[in-house]
């Protein structure tokens, strides 16, 4: 999970694209990067941290031009402490390519050793975007045969790039001299719009991860990017639009409407405050199938993605709905820190109990998704020390039973409480006198239900089913390892602190 937007404007883009990142900061908090382009020549701005603390005015004076685009990083793949790993990442050849990516290929490492063998182009880092950007200016080449790049000529090199490569990825790729380039996967996992806005100077476009970084820039939404369609911008803002792959299908990714995505934001056509309100409804149901409300004396979310259903549960089952947490703002999302040791410090960092809210009371706690369990256990732990009398625990999502593979910091069994544990273990492990899980078809069809245009959900943590049809045990195991090589830098105290130091909301 990573936040991208691309502009193409007729006056200077880079407050835009800050302001765009700013409101995609949620997407990730390890890394931020702006290039824009004046003519053919690129300017680079990218560093670890939150969007404020990287760029400053010195910075933002360092990028001029009417076109560009950005990116918030949220590490799935490679390094998350290394510099060069941030993003867009560049390639000089062809043409001169400045690209960021929104994803996590599944087969970056066979693909990085064609690369090699056969494309003979080189990879420095581990991450998969360079993987990625490579393959692209390959496919450039080989479609352009020395000949001017056309719409067609990059509608033709992407349709290539959708059959090598496999996995997640929502693309937005500067082409020197001639435009922008925005691309989405076959399956339509990680989301992309687009839309447009009529300036004194003339007209921009502008692509991005959620509709929230449309509108908070003053764009009006056209659409959302169809799944395998490849959209290409002249530098006039003409937008050139083709299906590039053979048998797309909407796939859209489950956890962005449970956790992901601002609730302000509308997904494939799928409003995520809608979707979460429905999903409280039907986790109410499956309350009270599990226990009797009598129990219950109040309600109180964990601030803040669980708001939406927490409400809804509450409104059904007939209880009060009450803030009994407050959130410190300026600690990150536990759930996108990287090491496990941050995200465990964080926890009383970043929430207050109100003890008023539950001093004798019974009190159920929503929260949005339970994936390592250990955030859970600590928030019992503090409604306990505020003077709850009994507290339950509801999940407006399933349990996160598999690892996810497309881009989503879920990478191994062992790190997922639901993983090989009873229903009954989980709860006792989190120190709940009760838990009620949602159920994973109700949730598909409560969400599914607010567009019939998509065909089914990445579901995949929930349900186990790997819809790209390429992924095996064996790649469990490589990601394992992967994981184990990077756990030293993790539990570094120092790095521990700077990560604190660089998270927010």
Not at 36 to 43: N, S, V
Not at 207 to 217: D, H, I, P, Q
Not at 419 to 428: A, K, L, P, V, Y
Request: hydrophobic share 40%.
């Amino acid at each position: 999970m990573c936040g991208i937007v691309g502009v193409i404007s007729k006056s200077p883009v880079n407050q835009m694209i800050y302001d765009a990142l700013l409101l995609l900061q949620h997407r990730g908090q390890d890394a931020a990067g702006i290039v824009t382009m004046q003519g053919t020549k690129c300017f680079m701005h990218k560093a670890r941290g939150m969007v404020r603390d990287v760029f400053r005015t010195r910075n933002m004076r360092a990028l001029p031009g009417t076109v560009g685009l950005g990116q918030v990083r949220y590490p799935t793949a490679g390094n998350a402490y290394s510099e060069e790993e941030a993003q867009p990442f560049y390639v000089n050849a062809p043409f001169g390519i400045v690209l960021v990516h929104n994803g996590n290929l599944t087969n970056a490492h066979a693909l990085k050793a064609e690369l090699v063998e056969k494309d003979r182009r080189h990879i420095n880092t581990e991450s998969d975007t360079e993987v990625l950007i490579n393959i692209l200016a390959h496919e450039l080449q080989n479609a352009a045969r020395g000949s001017d790049l056309t719409p067609d000529v990059v509608f033709q090199a992407v349709g290539a790039v959708h059959k090598r490569i496999k996995g997640s990825y929502a693309v937005v790729a500067l082409i020197a001299g001639y435009g922008l380039l925005a691309f989405r996967d076959p399956y339509g996992i990680r989301p992309l719009i687009y839309g447009t806005a009529e300036t004194a100077d003339g007209n921009s476009v502008i692509v991005a991860s959620e509709s929230v970084a449309l509108e908070g820039t003053g764009h009006q939404v056209v659409r959302d990017v169809a799944p395998g369609e490849a959209l290409f911008i002249d530098p006039n803002g003409n937008v050139h639009a083709k299906q590039c792959a053979e048998n797309p299908t909407l796939n859209p990714c489950m956890f962005e409407y449970v956790y992901l995505a601002r609730p302000d934001s509308v997904i494939d056509g799928i409003s995520v405050y809608q979707a979460r309100l429905n999903m409280g409804e039907t986790l109410a149901q499956r309350l009270i199938s599990t226990m009797p409300p009598s129990d219950i004396d109040v309600v109180i979310p964990i601030p803040e993605s669980s708001r939406p259903s927490a409400m809804q549960l509450a409104q059904k089952i007939g209880k009060p709905y009450r803030e009994g947490f407050v959130k410190n703002r300026y600690v990150g999302r536990t759930f996108i820190m990287p090491g496990q040791s941050v995200r465990k410090k964080s926890v009383r960092q970043k929430l207050n109990a109100i003890g008023v809210e539950f001093k004798g009371r019974n009190v159920l706690l929503v929260d949005d998704s339970i994936v390592r369990g250990t955030t859970s256990k600590e928030i019992v732990q503090m409604a306990r020390e505020a003077g709850a009398n009994k507290v339950y625990m509801a999940s407006a999502a399933p349990p996160v039973k598999y690892p996810n593979v497309y881009g989503i910091d879920m990478p191994t069994p062992e790190e997922l409480i639901a993983s090989g544990r009873t229903q009954d273990e989980i709860r006792e492990f989190i120190g709940a006198d009760a838990l009620i899980y949602q159920d994973v078809d109700a949730m598909k069809r409560v969400v599914g239900k607010l567009n019939g245009k998509v065909a089914s959900f990445e579901a995949s943590c929930f349900d186990g089913r790997y819809i790209t049809g390429d992924v095996s045990v064996e790649d469990f195991s490589t990601m394992r390892e992967q994981r184990r090589s990077q756990q030293t830098e993790e539990d570094d105290p120092a790095r521990s602190r700077l990560a604190l130091q660089n998270t927010g909301e």
